[in-house]
């Protein structure tokens, strides 16, 4: 909106053409209409809106760990962006806004520059618990000792996550053992392990473990 005296127009009030004038307190002020913004409704936009909602409410429940390992691209773009970016092209399925889904497998949750694991897994042989594993591959790339494991469970029966972000166990230590609550005794858990310097300063690629049950306490036949 811009303020004007007279000009090539002189004051108006009203439309014309594609600018319309108003007085506010006496003063004659000149602006243009907003063009008009198409928004058909085909099935590629309502694929891409329901991809988009679709991670976005699955990221928003993992923001701690995006923001403790996820690489920025620049100094504009957040964390959670840049999660959202890549995630958005490599890991969701589906054709129809009804069918699509999160590719596990595919999905990534922390990404960067330091030495991955190639050798992890995860179990559930005691109720309620869960056993990490891994090689340490100190001795390749700029894998450390002392790097920081971060750990993501994402219960898909429950749609919850469980995550360590900060002081998890070290690369060194090849595993980790997870108390978990009891309601999640039967439940589904897809699981991602990936490490982050001491300080922060540079985080792996996430290993995707796999997808495992839950052990459930066994009740004895009367």
């Given amino acids: ?4 005296n007279n000009g090539a127009l002189g004051s108006f009030k009203g439309k014309v053409g594609n600018l319309v004038g108003s007085y506010w307190r006496g003063i004659p002020y000149m602006r243009s ?16 809106r329901a991809k988009f909602g679709l991670m976005m409410g699955f990221l928003k429940k993992i923001k701690p760990v995006l923001k403790a390992g996820f690489e920025t691209e620049s100094n504009q773009r957040t964390a959670f962006n840049s999660a959202a970016s890549f995630n958005l092209k490599n890991a969701v399925t589906g054709e129809d806004p009804e069918n699509l889904q999160i590719d596990f497998a595919a999905l990534t949750v922390t990404r960067g ?6 050798s992890a ?8 618990e869960v056993v990490i594993s891994w090689q340490s591959d100190t001795t390749f ?25 900060e ?4 690369r060194s230590e090849e595993t980790y053992t997870l108390t978990l609550p009891a309601v999640y005794e ?25 997808s495992l049950t839950v052990a459930e306490e066994q009740v004895p036949e009367p």
Avoid: C, W
């Fill in 186 to 210: 039967g439940d589904n858990l897809e699981g991602y392990l990936s490490f982050v310097r001491p300080d922060g300063s540079e985080a792996s690629d996430s290993t995707y473990l796999g």
């Fill in 1 to 4: 909106m811009a303020k004007y």
């Fill in 113 to 118: 520059p330091l030495t991955p694991v190639d």
């Fill in 167 to 170: 002081e998890g166990p070290k």
């Fill in 141 to 165: 790339g700029s894998a450390s000792a002392d790097d920081e494991a971060i750990i993501l469970l994402y219960n898909t029966t429950k749609d919850r996550a469980l995550y360590i972000v």
């Fill in 33 to 48: 209409v907003p063009s008009h913004v198409k928004d058909p409704q085909t099935n590629a936009q309502q694929v891409q």
């Fill in 121 to 128: 897994s995860f179990q559930s042989e005691n109720p309620g």
